[in-house]
């Protein structure tokens, strides 16, 4: 059969200093398996550049894009609505044309959740959250939206931690707690699911989250951002003592999947997307 003669949908990521994104591979692998006449495209966007560039995206018919930093607040003046979420974190980093409205969406936590959500629903559960970050916020945020009956913020800047658990109690009314981290954490005996949201672990399969593993109890959902190393050494760690490990790769193909589905309405299929993922990254 011949390729179509019109062109493909477009969607894209805006970012800056982003090139090599082994998301592309992963998208793209999505409208390829699935017969979409679709492109998903890099753009170095400048953040003096970033009005224009959306005003071009609208120009020319994009059915949405990610952003990424230092995109993800700054993108909301130029859009026409965000969703829940989004609206909550006060963050963006995928917008979805619906109708002649580009909306905001934030797909970071989502992404999180639905990766969880494999193992555990965290509906009534009680949270321990290192990190108080961009990627922390966004999985608080969804954590509480989905039910969470407590979160327990573990962060090393005190002010940080304090607007995230400001945020989960005042807007979203959920039970949260801040504890500056200082030392070796001991979780509560209460707890159920424990997160890593910091950097600590990027690239670096030995470095070490400070908490007592005597701490951690088997049965518990032990996760970690981090994608590359795919096994941290929180992970193994937490394995060792079997709890149910949840790695930061799952997360990644999550939000993939979230972003394909919102822009072009299909259930994508995620065994595609996480090799391709893979394979860009040579994992
Ligand atoms: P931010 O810079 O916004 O936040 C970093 C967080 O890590 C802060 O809470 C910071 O604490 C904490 N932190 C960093 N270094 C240390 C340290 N040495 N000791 C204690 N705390 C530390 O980053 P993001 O939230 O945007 O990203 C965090 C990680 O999440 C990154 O590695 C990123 O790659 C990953 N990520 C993964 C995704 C996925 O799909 N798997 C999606 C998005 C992000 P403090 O406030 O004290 O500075």
Request: charged fraction near 20%.
């Given at each position: ?16 200093g ?6 592309v ?45 230092p ?113 070796d ?5 209460d ?49 060792s003592?079997?709890c ?40």
């Amino acid at each position: 059969m011949s390729e179509p003669n019109f062109l493909p949908a477009l969607v894209g990521s805006m970012s800056q200093g982003a090139a090599g994104n082994p998301t592309v591979a992963m998208i793209e692998a999505a409208f390829a398996h699935h017969g979409l006449h679709w492109r998903y495209i890099n753009m170095e966007v400048s953040p003096k550049d970033l009005s224009a560039a959306i005003l071009g995206a609208r120009a020319m018919g994009f059915r949405g894009f990610n952003c990424s930093l230092p995109h993800k607040v700054t993108v909301i003046s130029h859009l026409d609505g965000l969703g829940e979420s989004a609206a909550a974190m006060g963050a963006v980093n995928c917008v979805v044309r619906r109708g002649d409205q580009l909306i905001g969406e934030n797909t970071d936590g989502k992404g999180f959740l639905r990766s969880l959500q494999a193992l555990e629903d965290p509906r009534g559960k009680s949270v321990v959250l290192f990190g108080a970050g961009g990627a922390a916020r966004a999985i608080a945020v969804e954590l509480a939206l989905a039910g969470t009956r407590k979160i327990t913020v573990v962060n090393r800047s005190k002010e940080r931690g304090e607007e995230l658990t400001f945020l989960l109690r005042e807007t979203l009314q959920i039970d949260a707690s801040l504890v500056v981290w200082n030392g070796d954490y001991d979780l509560p005996e209460d707890t159920d699911i424990v997160i890593n949201g910091t950097s600590i672990g990027l690239y670096a399969p030995e470095a070490r989250l400070a908490l007592n593993t005597d701490s951690l109890r088997a049965g518990m959902v032990v996760a970690d951002v981090i994608f590359n190393p795919v096994r941290t050494r929180l992970l193994s760690d937490a394995a060792s003592r079997g709890c149910r490990p949840l790695d930061g790769l799952g997360m990644l193909v999550s939000q993939g999947i979230i972003g394909v589905q919102y822009w072009t309405g299909i259930e994508p299929d995620a065994a595609v997307m996480r090799a391709a993922l893979e394979a860009a990254m040579g994992i």
